[in-house]
C-alpha cells in the first residue's frame, strides 16, 4: 500500500532576507518569536484533514556548483536517504524503535521517488529550482 | 560515554589537512579516504548535529540561546557515541551568557590546535573568501569577528565567532578547562612525520610508522588538490577557485606589501612572537 502522511498547516516561515528577496512585506506578518527576524506567512485554505500519498521526498542543498541541479536517488540509496530525511531519528532509537522504524522507511522507499536538489549559494532562480522538482515529478 | 576531540583553528589554518590526514590514519586503508567524506570529523557548527542532538529545531532559537545549549549537544552526542568524536572547530574558545564554556569543558574533551603564519593566512583567508587581502587583514583584526551571524538570515552553520586572529590562538592556548595540543602549519610542511606524530600521541592513537607515512602521503598537498580538480571538494566556497590553493608557507614574501607586513606585524605581533613567527 503507497505510504501517506498528514500535511502541517497551510503556512510557511521565512526569514526577513527571503521576505525581501520575494518582495514581501514582513510589516502585517507575524514572527515566529519576537527574538527572532522570521514570519509566519500564512498560504491560505485550510490544513488538510484526510492523509495525503506521499509521491516523492527531495532533500535541498547548498554546494558550490555553478548550477542548481536534480539527482534522483534510487536503490538501496533511497533507503539510507529516507532515513536520514526522517524526522528525529533519534526519537526511535531512544525509544528502542530504530529496528521498527527501519524496516518501515524500507516498506516505504519503493513507493516514493527520492532526490537531492543541489543550487549554488547565488546567481540561481527559484522558479529553475522549482522546475526542476516538477519535472521530475512529472517523468 | 566517549570524549571529544576538537580540531581547531582560526579559517584557512590547515584544518581540513588536518582532519584528512586524521581521516586516513584511522582508516588505516591502502588507498586515500575521499576528501568528500570526511566524516570522521564533522564540521562542528552543523545545525542538523545541534537540532538532532537536542531534539529541538535551531531555526526556532536566537543566537545567544544556541550558544547556552550548545555544550549540552556536543555531551549528548558524546553519550550516544562509542568511540572518540572529532569535531572541527573555528570558534574561539569563548564563554557562553551564563558564563560558561561555549563547547563542554572537564575531563571528557581535548584540543588540537593549528596555528599558521597571520601573514600567509591573510592570502589564504582572502582567496577562500573571494575578497582582497586589505579585507582579509581587517577581518583578522576584528574582535567581533566571525560567521553566520546575520540576524535576518538562517545560516547553514550556527553563528560562530573566531575574534581577532590573535584573541583566537590565545583563547585556545590559554584556556584551562581542556587539554590542548598546539601545533604549526609551518612544521606540518617541514617535518611532517614528527608534528604529525606528536598529534596521534596526543590523541592516544597507536604510533604505527607504517600507517603514519601513508597517511602523511594521502594527505600531501598534491593528492589533495589532485581530488578537488577530479571530483571537486563540498567544502569548497562558492566564491574560491579552489579550496586546496598552494599549499605553501611563506607566499607573504613576495605576495604582500610592505605596509600590509607591517600592519599584520603591528596587529598580532605578540602573538606572532609567541609562536614563534617573528
Redesign the interface.
Do not use: T
Given at each position: 500500500m503507497p505510504p501517506v502522511l498528514l500535511p502541517a498547516g497551510p503556512s510557511l516561515m521565512l526569514w526577513a532576507d527571503a521576505l525581501d528577496h520575494l518582495k514581501l512585506s514582513q510589516a502585517e506578518l507575524e514572527p515566529a518569536r519576537p527574538e527572532l527576524e522570521k514570519y509566519i506567512l500564512p498560504q491560505g485554505g485550510v490544513a488538510s484533514s484526510s492523509p495525503q500519498p506521499l509521491r516523492a521526498v527531495y532533500e535541498l542543498e547548498v554546494t558550490s556548483a555553478a548550477e542548481p541541479a536534480l539527482k534522483p536517488v534510487s536503490g538501496l540509496r533511497k533507503v539510507e536517504f529516507l532515513a536520514r530525511s526522517v524526522y528525529r531519528p533519534n526519537f526511535a532509537v531512544a525509544m528502542q524503535r530504530a529496528p521498527a522504524s527501519l524496516a518501515r522507511i524500507a516498506a516505504i522507499a519503493p513507493h516514493v521517488r527520492g532526490g537531492i536538489v543541489t543550487r549554488p549559494v547565488t546567481g540561481f532562480s527559484i522558479a529553475e529550482v522549482a522546475d526542476l522538482i516538477a519535472g521530475d515529478l512529472a517523468a | 560515554m566517549s570524549g571529544i576531540v576538537w580540531l581547531a583553528s582560526y579559517p584557512k589554518s590547515g584544518n581540513t589537512w588536518l582532519r584528512i590526514f586524521l581521516a586516513n590514519y584511522l582508516s588505516g586503508q591502502s588507498s586515500p579516504v575521499d576528501i568528500n567524506a570526511l566524516d570522521t570529523s564533522p564540521l562542528s557548527d552543523r545545525r542538523d548535529l545541534f537540532d538532532?542532538?537536542l531534539?529541538v529545531e535551531s531555526?526556532?532559537l536566537?543566537a545567544e540561546?544556541i550558544d547556552s545549549l550548545r555544550a549540552v549537544a556536543f555531551q549528548r552526542l558524546a553519550a550516544?557515541s562509542p568511540s572518540t568524536l572529532f569535531f572541527k572547530v573555528h570558534d574561539a574558545w569563548t564563554l557562553n551568557a551564563r558564563g560558561e564554556p561555549l563547547l563542554p569543558a572537564g575531563a571528557l574533551s581535548s584540543a588540537i590546535y593549528v596555528a599558521r603564519n597571520p601573514l600567509d593566512l591573510a592570502i589564504s583567508a582572502a582567496a577562500h573568501a573571494g575578497s582582497s587581502v586589505e579585507d582579509a587583514i581587517r577581518r583578522m583584526e576584528r574582535e567581533d569577528g566571525g560567521a553566520f551571524s546575520?540576524?535576518?538570515?538562517?545560516g547553514?552553520q550556527l553563528r560562530q565567532r573566531y575574534l581577532s586572529w590573535s584573541s583566537h590562538v590565545v583563547s585556545w592556548l590559554d584556556q584551562k578547562s581542556i587539554p590542548v595540543h598546539p601545533m604549526r602549519y609551518e612544521d606540518m610542511l617541514e617535518k611532517p612525520t614528527e608534528t604529525f606524530r606528536s598529534a596521534v600521541t596526543f590523541l592516544g592513537l597507536p604510533d604505527d610508522e607504517e600507517r603514519l607515512a601513508l597517511a602523511i602521503r594521502f594527505s600531501s598537498f598534491e593528492g589533495l588538490r589532485r581530488q578537488e580538480e577530479t571530483k571537486?571538494?563540498?567544502e569548497?566556497?562558492?566564491v574560491?577557485e579552489a579550496f586546496f590553493r598552494k599549499g605553501q608557507a611563506g607566499e607573504w614574501r613576495t605576495e604582500l606589501s610592505a605596509d600590509q607586513v607591517a600592519r599584520i606585524i603591528q596587529h598580532h605581533g605578540a602573538v606572532m612572537e609567541r609562536l614563534g613567527y617573528l
Open positions: - | 538532532e542532538a531534539g531555526s526556532d536566537s540561546e550516544q546575520d540576524p535576518r538570515h538562517l547553514v571537486g571538494f563540498r569548497r566556497p562558492a574560491a
